[in-house]
């Protein structure tokens, strides 16, 4: 079963403009941890955040933030004020303490598009 | 700089040939993976191994196999390569002790295209 959905395959967005990527996740775990990762055309995968379960308190880095809502078992992100660098893909992941040997398990990921 | 290293960005290889990826990390991580990238499925794991010699397989692992002899090098191994097997293959690697925390370092990828 898929744990981590992405449902919104690709956005388009104007520079300037916000743009919200949607994650959602499924764990029967009380620990875990979700990430976001950015995939640049160049084909490597930069590590961007990491939240822990214990730890809903929303976070801002830069023009990105990010929104950890246990209740509805999502981890949306924000990129604020989009520029033509912030097209990649971008995936959620997630990680469950319990005998996974820190295996991550990715979504299907989103498209970003920033046009100038 | 830590970097997780592939040895080839792009590969061309025919039907029925035995395939060879490499991956080699220096920041002595114990765990490293081996993930293959096809779109709308996002990253699959094949295989990963927590130490040399050991092994586990992942979500995927038909068709492949891995090798680990030493700690920093992980090879992924396409016994017969399969036209089913074009992809792009990333290999990451992460420290054992409070991994789950750190995430993973990943390398650029190969890109590979059985024809």
């Known amino acids: 079963a898929q744990k981590v959905t992405q449902a919104q395959t690709e956005i388009s967005v104007v520079e300037k403009e916000d743009v919200t990527l949607d994650c959602v996740y499924e764990?029967?775990?009380?620990?875990?941890?979700l990430f976001w990762y950015k995939q640049p055309p160049s084909g490597e995968l930069v590590f961007l955040i990491r939240?822990?379960?214990?730890?809903?308190q929303n976070e801002i880095s830069g023009r990105y933030s990010w929104n950890f809502q246990k209740s509805t078992s999502s981890f949306n992100f924000t990129i604020t004020a989009s520029q033509v660098v912030d097209s990649a893909v971008y995936f959620c992941?997630?990680?469950?303490?319990?005998?996974?040997?820190?295996?991550?398990?990715f979504g299907a990921g989103t498209q970003v598009v920033v046009t100038p | 700089d830590v970097k997780v290293t592939q040895s080839s960005r792009y590969l061309v290889k025919r039907t029925g040939e035995k395939v060879f990826l490499e991956c080699v990390q220096d920041?002595?991580?114990?765990?490293m993976f081996w993930y293959r990238q096809d779109p709308g499925l996002g990253l699959r794991l094949i295989y990963f191994?927590?130490?040399?010699?050991?092994?586990e397989k992942g979500d995927i692992p038909e068709g492949y196999s891995v090798s680990r002899e030493k700690k920093e090098r992980f090879s992924l191994i396409l016994e017969s390569a399969s036209t089913n097997q074009t992809s792009m293959y990333l290999c990451?690697?992460?420290?054992?002790?409070?991994?789950?925390?750190?995430?993973?370092?990943f390398g650029s990828g190969t890109r590979l295209t059985v024809v």
């Open positions: 764990t029967r775990d009380t620990t875990y941890y």
């Open positions: 939240r822990n379960s214990f730890d809903e």
């Open positions: 920041m002595d991580h114990e765990n």
């Open positions: 191994s927590y130490d040399v010699k050991m092994k």
């Open positions: 990451a690697s992460s420290p054992l002790s409070g991994s789950a925390n750190y995430g993973y370092t």
């Open positions: 992941a997630l990680s469950e303490a319990s005998g996974s040997w820190g295996k991550l398990q």
